[in-house]
């Protein structure tokens, strides 16, 4: 896909986005790596929902700009998962308010924030990971997602939101709107037992999409 291409469809799934309210204001911030290591990515304090192509970030393959506006300042964060998910393409981080919920919640396991409730969430995002809260931008974030090697394309930030790679940005983005919809449909049900995949369906999904299951980093 060309570089024109890929600068219109970020600004036609950021706002498909923020229509939506999965993540409001100037919050949330897309970027998708170039075929030369570089990246295209949305700038700071931007609204996903009134994006200009012209004016998205471009940055060479170590995170520096080179043209557009200002970049966000979740670079760290970015750059980490295409660090350890070398597959990854695109990157799409939100503000979603089902996913910062569950990101709250003080029963949720680190290694496994939702459980397996329906087939496209296994197919989509396999495993979620919880990291601790980090204050926005905090360089500091980019050493936890390094601690999960890997391991995980959809992690939920504390009290923050979820950050999802894929291997083009439709799957990110669809991912991540899987993510938000078990978010919600975990907070329907809580505390009213709901039936589950069992463990037989959810290897069954991982061995037939390759995404690990919940309480793995397998």
């Known amino acids: 896909m060309t570089e024109t ?27 998708v ?53 070398r597959g990854a393409r695109a990157v799409v981080h939100l503000h979603c308010a089902h996913c910062v919920a569950v990101s709250m919640l003080p029963e949720i396991d680190p290694k496994a924030a939702l459980p397996p409730l329906t087939p496209y969430y296994m197919m989509r995002c396999g495993a979620t990971a919880l990291l601790p809260y980090y204050r926005p931008g905090d360089a500091a974030v980019a050493d936890a997602i390094r601690g999960l090697a890997g391991k ?21 983005v669809f991912a991540t709107e899987e993510l938000e919809e078990t978010a919600k449909l975990y907070l329907m049900t809580r505390g009213m037992n709901p039936r589950t995949l069992t463990p037989e369906q959810v290897t069954d999904l991982a061995a037939a999409f390759g995404k690990s299951k919940p309480g793995t980093t397998s």
Do not use: M
């Open 5 to 31: 291409r890929l600068r219109d469809q970020i600004c036609q799934f950021g706002r498909s986005l923020f229509e939506r309210g999965l993540t409001p204001g100037s919050s949330g911030n897309i970027s």
């Open 33 to 85: 790596r170039l075929d030369d290591g570089g990246w295209l990515v949305t700038p700071t304090n931007a609204s996903l929902g009134f994006l200009d192509p012209a004016r998205l970030s471009r940055l060479n393959g170590s995170g520096h700009p080179l043209s557009g506006d200002a970049p966000t300042k979740e670079i760290p964060l970015h750059a980490a998962l295409y660090e350890t998910r």
């Open 152 to 172: 995980y394309s959809c992690v939920l930030l504390s009290n923050h939101g979820p950050v999802v790679s894929g291997d083009t940005l439709e799957a990110a």
